[in-house]
């Protein structure tokens, strides 16, 4: 797959995305610009994190370490991931009085299912078809059951991941 690399205004390095990533970056940057936001240096390079890590569940602590040499300040993050939030372009959850963001799903009932490890404090991702589409069914049985429509659903576990989990042979 071709690398493109994106040259972000005021910055030696440059980001590389693979072509999924450019045309997520393209697209989230111009809801941003749609909503009557500048692309500043500082939304760029918070927004490359999440779609860099688009697999790791991040705080706004961990984004500003990750940063905090490109001089964005602590404050500059915040406010910034809460526009992404407000834009749903970031999903939000919390976990122990914590937030965590990643890119969000576009789609009527996006599913999130999360373990917490108890032991590692590791966020991991629970994607299965098969867990996914049974969900759906009773997430369907409950809309029907009670009139009501769900929109989104966040499920976190809490237990042990597969690294911190002894195996017995």
Known sequence: MAIFSII????D??????AHEKESYLLIKKLIEDNGYKMTYQRREILSQ???NKN??????????MLKDNGIGISTVYRNINIFVDLDILKEFRVDNKSYYELKMYARKPLHIHLQCEKC??????????????YLKINNLIEKNYNIEIDDVDIMFHGLCNNCTKKYI
């Open 50 to 52: 999440f779609i860099i």
């Open 56 to 65: 790791n569940h991040l705080s706004a602590e961990k984004v500003y370490d």
């Open 121 to 134: 404090g590791k966020i991991k991702d629970i994607v299965d078809k098969e867990i996914i589409l049974n």
């Open 13 to 18: 390095a440059m980001k590389e995305f693979n």
């Open 8 to 11: 972000l205004k005021g910055v």
